[in-house]
């Protein structure tokens, strides 16, 4: 019998820092201090961020994570999946970013749909009735650029994980569901991302039960359902909820915790847990060292009450 507590892993990742996708003033922070910050929290892994933050030179990303004893987990992945004119540069991405995480020897590639203005405006409002989603086409190329990546990570001996979005074609609880029954034939898994589920109007308790069977990466963040609440009453973009504080500190917000590890326990889910708090860079009201320590301390705390749990 395996005990809770030690049937996961956590990790951090580069957008606690307010690290955005793209290069900003974020990218100038010290990469190296940021891993030694994510250590001296208590963690045990980092995901890669956006590509290019860290050093893209695999050896030399190797040996500063070697000395802190960091595993890389993988690399959030976004690229326009509906969009039929990008094909070859996202498969092209998908197999740059694929080769560097094989050379690290980590084990996830983490795909998802690109933010994109449209969705962003009506980020966590988007409407019950499908007319703001991808057409039947659309659904068609979608299946072809994830068969095509599902090929791509399986070359470089990566499991293929998706990761549903706020401000994507692939926000929403229905959308999910859409999605993974159009690329059922890929075996691509689930990243749920316990923060954009709860934003894009879903349970991740529940979403966490529907996908057991191929939930193999999670992502845990908190919500704030008072900022979440205003932010939908407002018509706030996704990156203004951000800045509104719309993510915290984990035990800080409205996800029951002890419930979704529960389920996990349940299921049998075992592995890496990426812990994060998307933040503007500059303008955190807790230093983002402060917050990973204080997620990880509730994280850890959670399970000690739940140490009476054990798993096959």
Not at 183 to 195: E, F, R, V, Y
Request: net charge neutral; glycine share 8%.
């Amino acid at each position: 019998m395996i005990p809770l507590r030690d049937r996961f892993n956590f990790a951090s990742a580069p957008d606690s820092w307010g690290v955005l996708d793209y290069p900003g003033p974020s990218w100038n922070q010290s990469y190296e201090k940021m891993l030694d910050e994510m250590v001296e929290a208590g963690y045990t892994g980092t995901e890669l961020g956006p590509y290019g933050f860290f050093p893209t030179d695999a050896k030399v990303l190797k040996e500063q994570l070697g000395k802190r004893n960091l595993s890389l987990l993988g690399s959030f992945v976004p690229v326009p999946l509906g969009d039929s004119a990008s094909t070859q540069a996202v498969v092209e991405q998908i197999r740059k970013v694929g080769g560097f995480l094989s050379a690290l020897g980590a084990p996830f590639l983490v795909l998802a749909d690109a933010q994109s203005k449209e969705r962003d405006l009506i980020s966590g409002r988007v409407p019950a009735d499908d007319s703001a989603g991808w057409t039947r086409e659309q659904w068609k190329q979608v299946a072809k650029v994830v068969a095509s990546a599902a090929n791509v990570a399986a070359d470089y001996g990566l499991d293929l994980v998706f990761h549903p979005h706020v401000a994507t074609y692939v926000e929403t609880p229905a959308e999910v569901e859409k999605f993974f029954d159009v690329t059922s034939a890929s075996k691509i898994g689930l990243c749920l991302d316990t923060g954009h589920c709860v934003y894009g109007g879903g349970d991740a308790i529940a979403e966490a039960e529907k996908y057991r069977k191929i939930l193999r990466f999670i992502h845990i963040k908190d919500v704030d359902a008072k900022v979440l609440a205003e932010a939908r009453r407002k018509k706030l973009t996704f990156d203004q909820a951000i800045e509104e504080k719309v993510f915290t500190i984990i035990g800080q917000g409205s996800i029951d915790f002890p419930a979704f590890f529960r389920v996990l326990a349940k299921n049998n889910y075992s592995g890496w847990m990426v812990v994060e708090q998307d933040v503007k860079f500059g303008a955190t009201r807790v230093l983002p060292a402060v917050s990973i320590a204080a997620s990880l301390k509730h994280l850890r705390g959670v399970l000690g009450q739940l140490a009476t749990a054990t798993v096959p």
